[in-house]
């Protein structure tokens, strides 16, 4: 079993900003207010069992990918991964993670990563 992540993150490619707030609306089970909205950054606040969770999307984080990072993890998924397969499965756009949870001694280039595109997950050198 998978321990649960304090909190996650997950690279999307070229995500349209309303298809991720509605997607995580539904998946969430509950509507989306808006914190803030700054061209390229976008700020909600969801309430799950009675909790706010705060998510971001930093839709210009690395290249062609914004970064989706749930600052509490309120959310029905455990880790990174399964929040990603969530992603690709709702949106139907690459998805970029760690296999891991981040470890402060880690470095980040050597962190493995898992790339899920048309359907499929494949390990990533990022």
Same mark, same amino acid.
């Given at each position: 079993?998978?321990?649960? &992540?304090?909190?996650?993150?997950?690279?999307?490619?070229?995500?349209?900003? #309303?298809?991720?707030? #509605?997607?995580?609306?539904?998946?969430?089970?509950?509507? +989306?207010?808006?914190?803030?909205?700054?061209?390229? =950054?976008? =700020?909600?606040? &969801?309430?799950?069992?009675?909790?706010?969770? #705060?998510? &971001?999307?930093? !839709?210009? +984080?690395?290249?062609?990918? +914004?970064?989706?990072?749930?600052?509490?993890?309120?959310?029905?998924?455990?880790?990174?991964?399964?929040?990603?397969?969530?992603? =690709?499965?709702?949106? +139907?756009?690459?998805?970029?993670?760690?296999?891991?949870?981040?470890?402060? #001694? !880690?470095?980040?280039?050597?962190?493995?990563?898992?790339?899920?595109?048309?359907?499929?997950?494949?390990?990533?050198?990022?």
């Amino acid at each position: 079993m998978t321990d649960r &992540f304090p909190d996650l993150e997950i690279y999307l490619m070229k995500p349209a900003p #309303d298809a991720v707030r #509605d997607w995580l609306a539904g998946a969430l089970g509950s509507a +989306a207010t808006d914190i803030s909205l700054t061209p390229g =950054h976008s =700020h909600w606040r &969801f309430t799950v069992q009675g909790e706010a969770m #705060d998510v &971001f999307l930093n !839709e210009n +984080a690395e290249k062609n990918f +914004a970064s989706l990072w749930f600052k509490q993890n309120l959310s029905p998924w455990n880790s990174d991964l399964d929040c990603a397969r969530a992603a =690709h499965a709702a949106l +139907a756009i690459e998805i970029r993670c760690s296999d891991s949870s981040w470890q402060e #001694d !880690e470095d980040e280039a050597e962190q493995p990563w898992i790339k899920l595109i048309r359907g499929e997950e494949k390990p990533l050198k990022w």
